[in-house]
């Protein structure tokens, strides 16, 4: 999902008074380290999540989830940290920590009253990386991990990391039908990675009884999936939605951010019962990603889509300032339908304001 802003960060601290209302936006959006960035609307305002992160900041240090607010996508400040480490599930080899808590995104669901349902991938005592759900009366946590396994752990596969919860277009109702998408964690036997995709229970808290749907594997032929080695595609990070009408979906996904080769495509998927099926790269993605670096955004990547207040479409996304930096920080750019299945994106922009409002236009410089 997605962000914007006009923020200068300090360097050092961290502040916790919210800026004014900005008209425009300027990546990075929040100037420190957030992987894997979600973005959830909640009311008027948005919270952002992000793998862990260490700002050295005094009382705040290490923070398993860093959860940020902001009232108009542009000025972003520190709420605290969405899953504590006591809050874990007891599945969760804490030995392996800091360092492993990754990728997190939040459902609301209904029982009597709301509540808010947290994914996150951990490690297992196995060291599988695999994907847990904890739940918070607030949106912002803190969240608790009652379980004693993994929500998913395809160990055959070396675990699953990256879940993302999408609902099926039309559903209605306090708990719409929901489903999760996520990446199966191949690579750590060097092998070609692929993304599934599964029916939630209404709760949110677990998976429907059947097999999860392959949406799509990495590619070792198209050159920006490719990794190191000439056999082996490494595909993550899936963010799945309709597109306009709910005949079809549309999967966003990177290749891999470790091999310094980041970048971001897309695939136009069959609504089958709303589930996304047969998914297929749109024309021109074996020549060139929709989503390439450029100079202050290096390897982007981790990308959720989301809808503003208006219901325009919003990318949030990491990027590295340089390619020697190790910090991913947060960026937020516009996207919008340019044809029924097909998507225009600004992304990326660096440095120079953009304004907030599009006034029913669509971004036309960046990705294709």
């Known amino acids: 999902m997605a962000l914007a802003g006009g923020l200068a960060l300090p360097t050092a601290g961290v502040s916790a008074t919210p800026p004014a209302r900005s008209d425009t936006y300027t990546n990075p959006v929040f100037g420190r380290n957030l992987p894997d960035p979600f973005v959830l609307r909640h009311g008027a305002s948005y919270l952002a999540y992000g793998t862990n992160a260490d700002w050295v900041d005094g009382p705040g240090g290490l923070r398993n989830i860093p959860v940020l607010r902001s009232d108009d996508l542009a000025s972003w400040t520190v709420v605290g940290d969405a899953l504590p480490a006591a809050n874990l599930g007891r599945w969760v080899d804490q030995t392996k920590l800091p360092g492993r808590i990754w990728a997190p995104s939040v459902l609301r669901r209904w029982y009597g009253r709301p509540y808010w349902v947290l994914y996150y991938s951990a490690p297992t005592t196995a060291d599988d990386q695999c994907i847990g759900v904890a739940t918070a009366p607030r949106p912002a946590g803190p969240f608790v991990d009652r379980s004693a396994a993994p929500m998913i752990c395809q160990t055959e596969r070396d675990g699953s990391i990256d879940a993302s919860p999408f609902l099926a277009p039309g559903s209605t109702g306090r708990n719409p039908q929901a489903l999760l998408t996520w990446k199966s964690e191949d690579n750590v036997a060097l092998n070609t990675t692929s993304i599934w995709a599964q029916r939630l229970l209404p709760s949110g808290l677990g998976l429907e009884p059947s097999e999860p749907t392959l949406l799509l594997e990495g590619d070792p ?95 949030a996304y990491h990027a590295r300032p340089t390619a020697e930096d190790q910090d991913r920080t947060l960026r937020v750019d516009q996207v919008c339908f340019r044809s029924r299945r097909r998507l225009a994106t600004n992304a990326p922009t660096v440095g120079r304001p953009v304004a907030l409002r599009r006034d029913g236009g669509c971004p036309s410089a960046g990705g294709r």
């Open 221 to 315: 032929t198209i050159a920006w999936e490719r990794s190191l080695l000439p056999d082996f595609a490494l595909i993550e990070g899936p963010t799945v939605f309709p597109t306009r009408g709910g005949k079809r979906y549309l999967l966003i996904y990177s290749s891999g951010f470790i091999f310094g080769t980041a970048a971001i495509g897309y695939a136009v998927c069959r609504n089958t019962d709303g589930l996304p099926t047969r998914c297929r790269r749109v024309p021109g993605a074996r020549q060139a990603p929709w989503v390439t670096e450029t100079t202050g955004a290096q390897g982007p990547g981790g990308q959720e889509v989301f809808a503003d207040a208006d219901g325009d479409l919003w990318m």
